[in-house]
């Protein structure tokens, strides 16, 4: 079993930064990839980053390409989500998923293993 733990979130002016913290504990070798998701009521959580286990890829959503970076630190087996020149369209509730193995890690259903979320607000 993997646990994730968010945090981070908070409420911020469109323009300002959050630094998002994704904290894997348990059997954290089984995540190939991690990723990060963003949801809103009624709506399905739609991908943002992720980060693979040997870095060769770090795909982001269109939304927040140039805006957003993801990195990882493996001796804290934690994963940042450094958030920049925030909008208001970013609103939502972060969740840091693991995914085991290589595959589409575009699709949040690829991703076995979810945190908590973190709520993240951008005022206009």
């Known amino acids: 079993q993997v646990q994730l733990v968010e945090s981070g979130g908070g409420l911020v002016q469109a323009g300002g930064s959050l630094r998002l913290s994704c904290a894997a504990s348990?059997?954290?070798?089984?995540?190939?990839?991690i990723g990060w998701f963003r949801q809103n009521p009624g709506k399905e959580r739609a991908f943002v980053a992720a980060?693979?286990?040997?870095?060769?890829?770090?795909p982001y959503a269109d939304s927040v390409k140039g805006r957003f970076a993801i990195s990882r630190d493996n001796a804290k087996n934690t994963v940042y989500l450094q958030m920049n020149s925030l909008k208001p369209e970013d609103t939502g509730v972060y969740y840091c998923a693991c995914q085991a193995a290589p595959a589409n890690l575009w699709s949040a259903s690829n991703y076995p293993y979810w945190g908590q979320g973190t709520q993240v607000t951008v005022s206009s």
């Open positions: 348990g059997r954290t070798f089984s995540c190939y990839t």
């Open positions: 980060i693979t286990r040997s870095d060769a890829s770090s």
